[in-house]
């Protein structure tokens, strides 16, 4: 099946920097990439839906800003939090979807920010 | 904006015991998706329903789409500890384009060996 890989897989970061995470379809081309935030025990919150090549679309609430996505490729999405404060510290998810409807989700990658 | 619930928001069963979690959209939705996740992983895509009143099966999982495309279930027949998890529900609104899916609340499901 399709597989999606995120990296990194755990990051430790102090308040104020800047953290990139990055998703990777490995074995098909994601036309689409989704990114996605869940805190402990809550369902996944989208945060912005990226197409390749073109500026991704945020859901209400998202800071753009902060956020910074690229998607440079149809395998490589690029997700940088920005200035990043406690309150950021979580779980990002990030899917990539081909052809078919459903989407292909990474292993995730859990933010802590002290 | 749309909005997926899911009832309940866990179920604790025995082993080999029924377990069922329900769906339900503010909106009629054009598919709906099951995934499943394992404690400390990420969703894993179960199956998509499509046609209104849809019934699809896998092994001990039968998954329904209402007739209205506003709710959905999943039924797990003689639970095993393998089934431990949560499964989310996803509502697509279209069914081609950049659809993006909304996530419902979710069913932490564990299992009493």
């Known amino acids: 099946g399709a597989v999606v890989s995120q990296h990194p897989s755990r990051v430790i970061c102090k308040s104020g920097t800047s953290v990139k995470i990055e998703c990777r379809s490995l074995d098909f081309q994601a036309t689409t990439m989704f990114w996605y935030r869940q805190f402990p025990k809550q369902s996944l919150m989208l945060m912005a839906t990226?197409?390749?090549?073109?500026?991704?679309?945020?859901e209400q609430g998202v800071e753009k800003d902060k956020f910074l996505i690229n998607h440079a490729s149809l395998t490589l999405s690029t997700l940088t939090v920005t200035s990043a404060h406690p309150e950021d510290s979580s779980f990002y998810i990030c899917s990539a979807r081909g052809y078919s409807s459903h989407q292909y989700f990474g292993p995730g990658t859990r933010l802590t920010v002290t | 904006g749309q909005q997926v619930m899911q009832i309940p928001q866990y179920q604790h069963v025995q082993e080999g015991e029924d377990f069922t979690t329900y769906c339900n959209s503010s909106?009629?939705?054009?598919?709906i998706q099951w995934y499943k996740q394992r404690p400390g992983g990420h969703p894993v895509f179960l199956i998509q329903l499509v046609k209104s009143g849809e019934v699809k099966k896998q092994k001990r999982l039968t998954f329904q789409f209402g007739e209205a495309k506003k709710n959905s279930s999943l039924h797990i027949t003689a639970t095993q500890t393998t089934d431990v998890g949560t499964y989310f529900c996803a509502g697509g609104k279209s069914n081609f384009g950049n659809e993006k899916l909304t996530f419902g609340t979710g069913t932490r499901l564990t299992i009493i060996p």
């Open positions: 990226s197409n390749e090549g073109s500026k991704a679309t945020y």
């Open positions: 909106t009629t939705l054009s598919n």
